[in-house]
């Protein structure tokens, strides 16, 4: 639905299906969904500055709307500003809070069951591997291996399927996008939390080259949502003090306590989890939300402590190193002089090559993904187990390349090992040998990210088992990421680039004083850095993981290098999928040519705004409703005597008026006989705060009489009187960095000059009509200013 009030359309009934079908759309080439080329966007946009936007969220189509983070500023909200007594203000203060520390505890539970589902589930399946081969029975142990992988896979996939779309990625860049101001249906829902739960622990189990970390995050924001609005919609609790939260603005900045909630639960880094919600996801902040941020974040870490505490004692089943603890490398003395920069320099500019590569290669796998899953539900099912079975028979079939290695004394760790974990396992291997390929193949991902990064092993690894390991994780890492399972980003790119940062690390030989296991960790940082463009919470996120506050220096130059290698080539992975999805997310900086376009002309490429009177017709209201899909609309009065003096005939801009509150006003039936200003005491006694901030009541469920449609309502009450205007000279950069940093859903234009004849309000902007794409479709003389902006 659009939300700005410039544009007729035709209505929508209420639950109208978001798929986009043939006959929705008017161009023959948009008929066909799957006529889309690998160079084309994943959804088919309509060529007008504002459109009715359809955006994938997770991997369902939907209708797009944006937010309202703006406080609007009515009669009614300020008189209850002013009534507020400090019991209720510290009632407010307090509930922020008490949820702030109920999304720490919450996150902190649900990761550990993850992690000891997980950990359990692939333990036990791995110690059934390691039966088959002590047998020599190889194909039995194939056999078993990729059929419970298929099975864990299948569940997880169906899940996503059937009961939740929206489940499906890491949710990462959805959360970002609602952070920045676009409603995404049905992203925070309860099916979407179950099956991200259910869905993360079956993908995971399965060995699926992806993480669990990304799906943190989302079940986080999930659980900050839910708490939030008191529960899922259909069993909503209605608590006096949830009112406080029942609208966009306090909403948003709970689930941003959700998001470095999910991080902190993944890498068991609170400062780094903060810092990511602060650099990588929300577009606003302050003092007080950092403050809030940070508490979840160390609720989170007592609740992961305790749990460690437990199951050290050996009273979580085969839950033991794994999972919940961090990759350690404190234990390495971290000595380097000046030629040891170059390396480290190398690393740098490999991961920004490697992370841009990735990022390009990645967006074409994405595409062709979107054709195939275009294809019905049971195409995106026999996808996801597909990468399932490639995974699988090159994870066990794989190390029997590898040539087994005579342990060395002076290992610090039990050699050779059956068992699920450890660095040194024998595999097929006779007695007193080891399988180095199976050690980071046949294992967790979290095992495998441990042992590459291990240290005091610099003869451990041969230089083919890190190439191949380094070049299936490449291929694995492009061809799982898309599939209809809940799956995360990060684990995949550390594998990744621990992969060529520990070869890296061999090849310089005695040419260096690091550790190879430091290498893998340089080149983990690069890759990530290269790939995700975050420098600050990554720097912190690795420190924390590896507890090794020495390697601060090196990791920055490493993360800097990358980052801005990676910048020269495409934007950062999260960016590629918002665009890919076509959630119409706000950059923080405006393209240059913007500045040779002014709002006054946007204005101009739009139909005329859609205006009411300060007290309008019934019969006026119901058909703009009707006939509009306009989230809000500006209220002018007409002959308006000017305060302070004896002149007449001014014309009002009086503020905007919201659909939802005009459809309030419906169903309340706040009717007037007569053309009047109402009294103070009239609209309190038929409305308050709290049912004005309520969204899903539709004008199709209003019934307005024949006789009503002749009365008239007073618009003045339920009308912000602050909204934010800005000049019709103003240019489009400066409009858009105001539009985002203020977490605006609408900007009035107003004229430059005033007089008689001058119409108050020349056009309305919303965040459809900032976006470049539309620009440049409406006005395309620009795009010859882009290139050159490129050139430049």
Known sequence: MEDDSSLLAKPEAPGTTVEPEPEAVVDEEERDPESNSLNQPLL?????????????????????????????????????????????????????????????????????????????????????????????????????????????????????????????????????AYLNGVDTPDMFGANTLLVKIFGSIGAVSAGLDLGKEGPLVHISACIA????????????????WLRYFNNDRDRRDIITCGSSSGVCAAFRAPVGGVLFALEEVATWWRSSLLWRTFFSTAVVVVVLRAFIEVCNSGKCGLFGTGGLIIFDVSDVKVSYHAMDLIPVIIIGIIGGLLGSLYNHVLHKVLRLYNLINQKGKLHKVLLALGVSLFTSVCQYCLPFLAQCRPCDPSFREPCPTNDRAGNFKQFNCPAGHYNDLATLLLTTNDDAVRNIFSSHTSSEFHHTSILIFFALYCILGLITFGIAVPSGLFLPIILMGSGYGRLLGMLMGSYTNLDQGLYAVLGAASLMSGSMRMTVSLCVIFLELTNNLLLLPITMIVLLIAKTVGDCFNPSIYDIILELKGLPFLDANPEPWMRNLTVGELADAKPPVVTLCGIEKVSRIVDVLKNTTHNAFPVVDEDVLVPGTVATGATELHGLILRAHLVQALKKKWFLTE??????????????????????????????????????????????????????????????????????????????????????????????????????????????????????
């Open 225 to 240: 949502s839910l708490l939030a609005q008191g529960g899922p919609d259909n069993y909503r609790l209605k608590w006096r």
């Open 44 to 176: 088919k946009r309509n060529r007008t500055l504002s459109t009715n936007p359809l955006a994938l969220v997770g991997a369902s189509v939907s209708h797009i709307e944006s937010l309202d983070y703006e406080i609007n500023e009515n009669d009614l909200f300020k008189h209850d500003w002013r009534s507020r007594s400090r019991v209720q203000v510290l009632q407010y203060i307090f509930l922020k809070w008490l949820l702030a520390f109920l999304v720490g505890l919450l996150t902190g539970l649900i990761a550990t069951l993850i992690n000891l589902a997980i950990e359990n589930i692939a333990g036990y399946k791995l110690l059934a591997i390691v039966g088959f081969i002590q047998e020599e029975r190889y194909l039995s142990g194939l056999v078993f291996f990729t059929g419970v992988n298929f099975s864990l896979t299948l569940s997880a996939a169906v899940l996503c399927v059937c009961f939740a779309p929206t489940a499906a990625g890491p949710g990462i860049p959805e959360i970002k």
């Open 675 to 792: 053309k009047r200003r109402t009294l103070d005491w009239e609209v309190r006694e038929k409305f308050n705060w709290v049912e004005l901030s309520e969204r899903e009541l539709k004008i199709e469920q209003v019934a307005v009489t024949r006789q009503e449609m002749e009365m008239y309502v007073d618009l003045h009450p339920l009308t912000n009187t602050t909204p934010y205007t800005v000049v019709e000279s103003m240019s489009v950069a400066k409009a858009m960095v105001l539009f985002r940093q203020v977490g605006l859903r609408h900007m009035l234009i107003v004229p430059k000059y005033q007089g008689a004849g001058v119409p108050a309000i020349v056009g309305i902007l919303t965040r459809q009509d900032l976006r470049a794409y539309n620009i440049l479709t409406a006005f395309p003389h620009l795009a010859s200013h882009k290139e050159q902006g490129k050139h430049n």
